[in-house]
């Protein structure tokens, strides 16, 4: 069955203090994989997508990679606007049976 | 450029009731996406349009529909509402229907009582 995992489910880090949030999959057919930001009450804003195992794209303090079984998302000296959930995504499959498959996220809080 | 437009942004409605909600998307995107939010269960996939056709659907009972005109705007309508339904709705649209990323309005927040 497809499925995605973020961990952690929540993570609080001090201003400053780097760490990486976890999205492994398991699907068949990967077309691509997302990553949002979402603050509350809000809609997800979009982050990066990667396409190919060992593709890295950054965005300010935020480092995305993938490999053939997860993506990381490295956060470098985050503060405390950072704080939000961070959603992964991904997609699957191939024409009608195409699918974006989402994890529950990773809640984060950064403390000044 | 203007984006995802999801109205209205709050609702209240009692079980049984009806109720639409609009979304206009990114000028020039063809296809919209819908999603229900909830705490425990993340985003769940409704169903996508792209030019007016419904291409995929999620595993929600026939009270959930939707459709898309020939601008691009899309409605979902849930009829005879139950206390489960209660929820952030977000509508995403995407440039085109395969694969690119999708960009989302702020939603809408459905409350049943």
């Known amino acids: 069955e497809d499925q995605v995992t973020q961990s952690p489910e929540a993570l609080r880090l001090q201003e400053g203090e780097s760490s990486s949030l976890n999205c492994s999959y398991t699907?068949?057919?990967?077309?691509?994989l997302f990553w949002y930001r979402q603050d509350p009450g809000k809609g997800p804003e979009f982050l990066f997508t990667?396409?190919?195992?060992?593709e890295e794209k950054e965005k300010e303090r935020l480092k995305a990679t993938l490999t053939k079984k997860e993506s990381f998302l490295h956060i470098t000296a985050p503060k405390p606007e950072d704080s939000a959930t961070y959603l992964c995504a991904v997609q699957a499959g191939a024409g009608n049976n195409r699918k974006l498959i989402w994890g529950l996220g990773t809640s984060l809080a950064v403390n000044p | 450029k203007a984006g995802v437009t999801q109205t209205p942004r709050y609702l209240i409605k009692t079980r049984g009731q009806q109720v639409t909600l609009s979304c206009s998307p990114i000028?020039?995107?063809?296809?919209v996406s819908w999603y229900q939010q909830t705490p425990g269960q993340g985003l769940q996939f409704l169903f996508e349009?792209?030019?007016?056709?419904?291409?995929n659907k999620g595993n929600f009972p026939g009270r959930f529909s939707g459709r898309q005109f020939s601008n691009s705007r899309s409605e979902m309508n849930v009829s005879t509402l139950e206390l489960g339904d209660s929820a952030l709705y977000l509508c995403?649209?995407?440039?085109?229907?395969?694969?690119?990323?999708?960009?989302f309005g702020q939603g809408t927040r459905l409350t049943v009582v």
């Open positions: 349009y792209f030019s007016e056709t419904q291409r």
């Open positions: 000028s020039g995107h063809r296809s």
């Open positions: 990667l396409y190919s195992a060992g």
């Open positions: 699907v068949s057919g990967l077309r691509g």
């Open positions: 995403a649209s995407s440039l085109q229907y395969k694969g690119t990323e999708a960009f």
